[in-house]
């Protein structure tokens, strides 16, 4: 994923540098690389100048693959209305926003279009070729990378709470705290359910959480600090081991699919 996100920057490099050609350096799948792209790679990535050729190889070898790929109007729309929700906006105070920031419209949806053809050509090309792994090679990962398993013994936080949930959204509007519960608390990690510790993992400390339904209440934690180190057992750690165990294998199996395609790739080095 990591090379994925790296190319896609890459990309961007080299269409901001596309006015200072001042020659073309190769050919690939008939797209060419000047060398004031490479250049600009070996500054801003900070690499080698055969580094920076591979990377930019790597970044035509993508577009030719991603050729066929189609990405409707329509699904432009939903990818756009489902990011504006996110973001608590419209549509129009998006738009608005962004003529603010100087990006046209037609760029903004030019480049989700870009987003998603990536992202499709990923989970097509690359994600769809990994097999689910077993139970044995989850276990193996796991003695193999205890150290990347470790979490917090116990998080300090503050909890709020109200049976109300306007006061609730209110509340993490404006910090007002009428009409909420407050308290401190200390949980230790290993008697809070998964759920609840991923999200609480996953908040910086001084952040607040989104707020949780209990059924009879609404509750909402500010994370203090988190304090002291504890190896997560294996089955606690089951569905962390399994998605970085993806994260690898996703990142060989990338790898691997330009290595082939490079192989029959019509490559020309003019310089």
């Known amino acids: 994923m990591k090379k994925l996100i790296l190319l896609g920057f890459i990309t961007l490099l080299t269409l901001a540098h596309a006015r200072m050609v001042d020659g073309i350096a190769l050919i690939v799948e008939g797209e060419a690389v000047t060398t004031s792209e490479i250049r600009a790679v070996q500054r801003q990535v900070g690499v080698s100048k055969a580094q920076a050729i591979d990377l930019l190889i790597q970044d035509r070898l993508q577009k030719a693959a991603m050729k066929n790929i189609h990405i409707s109007e329509d699904e432009i729309d939903a990818k756009i209305a489902k990011i504006a929700a996110q973001n608590n906006i419209s549509i ?5 926003i962004l003529k603010q920031r100087g990006t046209s419209w037609a760029k903004y ?19 769809a070729t990994i097999p689910a792994p077993s139970e044995d090679e989850l276990k193996l990962f796991y003695r193999n990378h205890k150290k990347e398993f470790v979490i917090p013994s116990s998080i300090s936080m503050i909890e709020y709470s109200t049976s109300s949930k306007q006061t609730m959204e209110k509340f993490l509007r404006t910090k007002n705290t009428k009409g909420i519960k407050s308290r401190s ?39 203090k600090s988190k304090n002291g180190r504890v190896g997560m057992p294996f089955e606690s750690a089951k569905g962390a081991v399994a998605a970085r165990w993806r994260q690898q294998q996703q990142g060989k199996a990338l790898k691997d699919y330009f290595s082939k395609m490079r192989t029959s790739a019509d490559v020309q080095i003019l310089r």
């Open 92 to 96: 129009p105070k998006m738009q608005k």
């Open 109 to 127: 949806r030019s480049s989700i279009r870009e987003a998603m053809k990536k992202e499709k050509f990923y989970k097509e090309k690359v994600v």
């Open 185 to 223: 608390v200390t949980k230790k990690t290993k008697t809070l359910n998964p759920a609840l510790l991923s999200m609480l993992l996953r908040t910086q400390n001084g952040a607040y959480t989104r707020p949780l339904n209990t059924g009879d209440k609404y509750v909402v934690y500010k994370v």
